[in-house]
């Protein structure tokens, strides 16, 4: 008789190593081992589709079959190119490779789109895709990926694809898990991550490549923390001063190209991204473009002005800061529109002392600023909806305002308690970004230091 120990060990080295992330909601899986190889015939509805080094072009136009197309190419590439042996995933000193035998392969991969996407699908609001999929490997090497929208075929090859391992024998790459059979759905319609690009400028490449981690973990909005007191790195040609003077250094900046590229680059990955320029705090940098549109600018001492200096709010009751809202308003959003269902206007952390400054308002009172702040916020949510999108806002608008807003808006909680609720509760559509999380983290890692 073997003690249990070594059973125990030999049994773990011989079980699958499963690295499925999200986990499926639903997976069946066996114990048969499927060699994969770049010949496999691959179609979608029907039509065969090239697997190799596609990428969709540049374009506002979104097709399915270029979208599906990349997907097919980036799984490909998961497998084949930057694929590992997973000696990580297994006891040290096991035996857990399969015996090379590439006879017994993946034969085909049949992808059927049974719904049609829409303009929607491209960009949708939270809920308007349906981002299910089933996959299925059979014990014969036949695999069906079935899903109503392109966004569900896009999930399913990337979980195709962390199906599959390098040998370290050379370049064969092997499941041992078939036959496979998932149906998969995610729980919520919004998955997302936010980018401060004001405080920290990030590269293009640097938020391509974030948004490919997003998709391998299917998560699917971006949100562009983009301006802030800090920097105005985004280029709005109709006002140029605004990132010539308030960018970091006149390279670290975001052209309209720029920012049209990472749009699609998301869309094609099943990322949509929510640009924000916060207002009508976080906003003082436009005092070194348009000095007469803001209060507050860098006053001291910070903390009676605002949580991070430097400080810097909208004059709100200046008829100036409604025209250069037009302006601005009337070059950016129509470059978003094409790409997102949504733009966010901010609107977290105002102190009313700024308004206090204001020669338009010397007041910091909430009765006389809340009837100001309802009517600076009703314009600029009538400019977002007149572009065809619809408005985000942090939960200070309405936790701290008590603002009445369209019930097409975005709520966007992040103090954490009972806010999420409260809001859901009062008829609110909550995001939810509790920052309690990141900066428990945050203590821990300098605890550790
Ligand atoms: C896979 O799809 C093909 C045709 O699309 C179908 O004939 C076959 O039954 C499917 N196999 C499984 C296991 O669903
Ligand atoms: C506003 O300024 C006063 C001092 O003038 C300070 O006592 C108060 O805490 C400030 N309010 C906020 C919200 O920072
Ligand atoms: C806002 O500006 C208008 C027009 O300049 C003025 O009549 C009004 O008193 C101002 N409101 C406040 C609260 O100061
Ligand atoms: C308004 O200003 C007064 C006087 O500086 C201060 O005592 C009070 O705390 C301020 N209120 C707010 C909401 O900041
Ligand atoms: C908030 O606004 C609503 C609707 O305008 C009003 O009924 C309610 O009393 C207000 N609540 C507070 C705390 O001001």
Same mark, same amino acid.
């Given at each position: ?36 190889? !770049? ?65 017994? =392969?993946?034969?085909?991969? *049949? ?20 981002? *299910? ?12 990926? /079935? ?29 041992? !898990? ?12 919004? =998955?997302?991550? %936010? ?6 400028? !990030? ?11 997003? *998709? ?13 007191? !800090? /920097? ?10 605004? *990132? ?55 006053? %001291? ?33 129509? =470059?978003?529109?094409?790409? /997102? ?14 308004? %206090? ?5 010397? /007041? ?32 200070? %608008? ?52």
């Amino acid at each position: 008789m073997l003690p249990k120990a070594i059973i125990a060990i030999a049994a773990l080295a011989f079980s699958p190593a499963n690295a499925l992330w999200p986990i499926p909601q639903k997976i069946s899986t066996g114990d048969s081992v499927l060699f994969i190889d !770049q010949a496999v015939r691959v179609t979608y509805n029907g039509v065969p589709i090239i697997p190799i080094g596609y990428n969709p072009p540049a374009s506002s136009n979104f097709d399915s079959r270029q979208i599906v197309q990349g997907a097919v190419s980036r799984a490909f590439q998961n497998i084949f190119s930057t694929n590992y042996v997973p000696w990580k995933l297994h006891p040290r000193n096991s035996n857990f490779e399969p015996k090379v035998a590439p006879q017994n =392969r993946i034969q085909s991969i *049949s992808i059927q789109q049974t719904g049609k996407d829409t303009s929607k699908t491209f960009k949708p609001r939270a809920g308007d895709v349906d981002e *299910s999929y089933s996959l299925t490997i059979s014990k014969n090497g036949q695999v069906n990926i /079935s899903a109503k929208s392109s966004t569900g075929v896009l999930h399913a090859l990337e979980t195709f694809s962390q199906l599959f391992y390098k040998h370290s024998a050379g370049p064969f790459y092997y499941t041992t !898990q078939a036959p496979v059979s998932i149906t998969d759905a995610p729980k919520y319609p919004h =998955r997302g991550i %936010m980018l401060d690009l004001a405080r920290n400028y !990030q590269t293009i490449d640097d938020i391509k490549r974030t948004i490919d981690a997003m *998709s391998w973990n299917k998560l699917n909005r971006l949100h562009l923390h983009i301006t802030d007191s !800090q /920097s105005w790195p985004l280029v709005i040609p109709a006002l140029p001063k605004l *990132s010539q003077a308030g960018a970091y250094h006149p390279s670290l900046v975001y052209t309209p190209a720029d920012l049209a590229g990472i749009f699609q680059y998301g869309i094609n990955r099943g990322v949509e991204v929510i640009t924000e320029i916060d207002m009508p705090g976080h906003i003082g940098v436009i005092e070194l473009a348009y000095s007469d549109l803001i209060v507050a600018y860098e006053e %001291m001492p910070y903390q009676y002005y605002c949580a991070e200096p430097p400080c810097g709010a909208f004059s709100i009751n200046n008829t100036k800061v409604y025209s250069f809202l037009d302006t601005l308003f009337d070059d950016l959003l129509p =470059r978003v529109a094409p790409y /997102s269902a949504y733009f966010h206007t901010g609107g977290d952390e105002l102190n009313a002392n700024d308004s %206090m400054l204001d020669s338009h308002i010397k /007041s910091n009172e909430t009765s006389v600023l809340q009837p100001l702040l309802q009517k600076f916020i009703n314009f600029a949510h009538s400019k977002v909806r007149a572009a065809g999108l619809s408005p985000f806002v942090w939960e200070e %608008m309405v936790t701290t305002w008590n603002l009445t807003l369209g019930s097409d808006t975005v709520v966007q909680s992040w103090l954490g308690g009972d806010a999420v609720k409260n809001l859901a509760e009062s008829g609110h559509k909550v995001i939810d970004t509790d920052y309690n999380f990141y900066v428990s983290l945050y203590f821990e890692n300098r605890d550790i230091m």
